[in-house]
């Protein structure tokens, strides 16, 4: 019985999709992110699809010629079958209006092929009779659900039912008191001018070295994560450049306002411990959520997150920085590395519905020049970040440059784009910074 069984597969849709992105590049819009690799049964459709996916990720046109060109930079051209077999695809007469069916019938089958190694996990595990059973049932649960998550619905509404949701939203505002309509940074200047982060943008926090942005994103998690959803909304806080035990010592200096030194060097009376034990029971009744993996790319970071989302719920992303995530796929460049890397983390704020800040260093154009307030064009050598971005924000802080700045203990946040608002003056919302405390706050006037 076991020699006829036949591992699910549709090699025939495969092959029809492969052949029609060959005709029309384009549909590979609609199968990132819905297809992978290890979908595909034939190992050769595996190398090829692969192929295909980081020529698009560049920009590249994807036709026979590119393919084997592609396929031939990597030494994988034998593997994928060889000039007979791609030009096999690209003579037969696919269409591309087939697309969707291909896709579905390569998700079903591949889904299958997951549901029953799946399985026999699971029989493996549940024949073990050192697996304590609360443990298997929750594993097979947390399995199968994942499993589930991977059935899709279609992606296209009608107007009227985009509608109704428009005007559904438009009337529970106007019974609004307060003009915020994403989630409160807790900034009010910044409320002001964003109406709150809302799902979907990618916001890009900028600024040099020493301005504090770090410090920026965790009271800007902090205060998220405390003004909405009654204090329970979730955040995500990627760090690739300081260990989490790090991150909560700032945060932990920032609530109980004790200098970090302090907390850094134990050298603490006893008034101080109680404050910061009632700062640490403050946060851990707040969801935020720490990976400091140095490490990582977006695709990690999506699936992180979507798993979060999933498990507990997820309204707002940070990632410290963006030049620090490792790039996917061949590149050209440090500027082509990072275009990829900023319109991926886009398509993440609106894969996910969310809003994702991401920090980001500026050229050091800024230091040559007698005016060091940072502008627009000193993103420019960071590829498509203006682009891809909603809102662009810039930390500035005069007494970085000048010690005897009379703005000592002053900051600048400076919004340059806005796609759902106003962009500020050139002096930006004033704010106040305690280095000591790690800590931004509004200037009152």
Not at 100 to 113: N, V
Not at 328 to 334: C, L, N, T
Not at 430 to 437: Q, S
Request: charged share 25%; proline share 2%.
């Amino acid at each position: 019985m076991q020699n006829n069984i036949i591992i699910p597969q549709n090699v025939e849709a495969e092959i029809g999709l492969l052949g029609s992105i060959l005709l029309d590049y384009t549909i590979l819009s609609k199968v990132e992110g819905r297809l992978f690799e290890k979908d595909f049964y034939d190992p050769r459709n595996k190398i090829i699809f692969s192929s295909m996916v980081d020529l698009y990720r560049r920009q590249v046109s994807i036709d026979i010629t590119t393919l084997i060109s592609d396929l031939e930079n990597k030494n994988n051209l034998t593997k994928a079958g060889g000039y007979e077999y791609l030009s096999s695809l690209a003579d037969e007469a696919y269409s591309p209006y087939n697309a969707d069916s291909y896709i579905k019938f390569i998700e079903e089958a591949s889904l299958r092929r997951d549901a029953l190694k799946l399985l026999q996990v699971l029989t493996e595990q549940g024949y073990n009779p050192k697996a304590k059973t609360d443990d298997f049932l929750e594993d097979m649960e947390k399995s199968v659900f994942e499993l589930s998550k991977r059935r899709k619905i279609g992606s296209f509404t009608n107007i009227k039912d985009v509608t109704g949701v428009v005007l559904e939203k438009t009337e529970i505002m106007s019974k609004q008191k307060e003009n915020v309509i994403g989630l409160k940074t807790g900034f009010h200047g910044l409320d002001k001018y964003t109406l709150g982060f809302q799902p979907g943008q990618l916001i890009i926090l900028a600024a040099r070295p020493a301005m504090g942005k770090s410090a920026m994103a965790l009271n800007l998690a902090a205060n998220i994560a405390t003004k909405n959803k009654g204090g329970k909304a979730t955040c995500a806080i990627f760090s690739l450049e300081m260990p989490k035990e790090q991150l909560v010592e700032r945060m932990i200096a920032c609530d109980s306002k004790i200098s970090l030194k302090s907390i850094k060097t134990g050298f603490l009376k006893e008034p101080e411990w109680v404050r910061i034990q009632s700062a640490c029971t403050r946060l851990n009744n707040l969801n935020i959520y720490f990976s400091d993996e140095s490490s990582i790319t977006v695709a990690k970071i999506k699936s992180v997150a979507r798993q979060l989302k999933e498990l507990d719920g997820l309204d707002f992303v940070v990632i410290d920085y963006l030049q620090l995530i490792n790039s996917e796929g061949q590149s050209r460049s440090i500027v082509e590395d990072v275009s990829r890397i900023s319109r991926a983390l886009k398509l993440m704020a609106l894969e996910l519905n969310i809003p994702v800040l991401a920090l980001s260093q500026l050229s050091r154009a800024v230091e040559k020049r007698d005016d060091k307030r940072p502008m627009m064009a000193d993103l420019r050598d960071s590829g498509t970040i203006e682009q891809d971005a909603d809102i662009v924000m810039f930390l500035y802080r005069e007494e970085v440059y000048n010690k005897q700045s009379a703005r000592k203990g002053e900051a600048d946040l400076i919004i340059s784009k806005n796609r759902s608002g106003q962009t500020t003056e050139e002096n930006g919302i004033p704010l106040l910074f305690n280095g000591a405390f790690s800590s931004f706050t509004d200037k009152m006037d």
